[in-house]
């Protein structure tokens, strides 16, 4: 059972470029979240997406930033016009659905995106 | 104040010591309650989750003090593999859809020494 996987781990952009991440939780878990990791600092939440919904994007910035998990394929987190302090790790979770029978609300780590802006 | 505080560090201790990391929650609705670990440019991975009534995984102690909004990581007899930063996380009562994010400390960071 594959974990979480994202793609790419390392991406460069230069500043007004667009960054695009991709997310595939793992198998069996309907639900995606995405943080984001600072230098120096600890992972604060983005968004919180279901299946083609939007849970929850109370952590996420208004402008440039958008996120998407479609029926087929991978989640997507979007930024747009990248400044350099958009330079930072990105990093996807996943967990099942609690009524699956998910313990906790445990959630699973991909091994980031690190976005460097230059 | 921050939703979830830890001990600043870093914490350099010797192989064999025993060390204790603590840390504070500001939510009083916060329900479920973890210890992450993280390594230099890895994701955070799941040490063990924390009960009300304690518990105990190997060297690995955890407690929970729901009056005082504190939770404690107690580890043994220290290993040099034991070096990475620990990571308090909290999440609140679950909404709707019946999962919610996860709210991180900073982090404490640790490193053991031979």
């Known amino acids: 059972n594959a974990g979480v996987m994202q793609n790419p781990r390392h991406l460069v952009r230069r500043r007004g470029q667009e960054a695009r991440l991709r997310c595939s939780p793992m198998?069996?878990?309907?639900?995606v979240y995405w943080y984001r990791q600072l230098p120096e600092e600890g992972l604060k939440f983005m968004v919180y997406?279901?299946?083609?919904?939007?849970?929850?994007e109370s952590g996420m910035p208004k402008e440039r930033f958008s996120a998407e998990f479609p029926k087929e394929g991978p989640s997507i987190l979007r930024i747009q016009q990248v400044v350099r302090g958009d330079s930072a790790a990105y990093f996807c979770?996943?967990?099942?659905?609690?009524?699956?029978?998910?313990?906790?609300?445990?959630?699973?780590f991909g091994p980031g995106t690190r976005l460097t802006v230059l | 104040r921050k939703e979830v505080e830890q001990d600043p560090g870093p914490f350099n201790v010797p192989e064999g010591a025993t060390v204790a990391f603590n840390c504070t929650y500001s939510?009083?609705?916060?329900?479920?309650f973890f210890w992450y670990r993280q390594d230099c440019r890895k994701e955070p991975k799941l040490l063990m989750s924390?009960?009300?009534s304690g518990n105990e995984d190997g060297r690995f102690t955890a407690q929970l003090n729901r009056a005082s909004q504190y939770i404690s990581l107690l580890i043994r007899d220290s290993k040099l593999s034991d070096s990475a930063t620990y990571l308090c996380?909290?999440?609140?009562?679950?909404?709707?859809?019946?999962?919610?994010?996860?709210?991180f400390g900073k982090g404490t960071r640790l490193s053991v020494i031979a």
């Open positions: 979770a996943s967990s099942p659905s609690r009524l699956a029978g998910g313990f906790y609300n445990e959630q699973f």
């Open positions: 198998k069996g878990h309907s639900h």
């Open positions: 997406l279901q299946k083609e919904n939007i849970i929850d």
């Open positions: 939510n009083s609705a916060s329900q479920s």
């Open positions: 924390v009960y009300s």
């Open positions: 996380v909290v999440n609140i009562l679950p909404g709707r859809s019946g999962n919610t994010p996860l709210v």
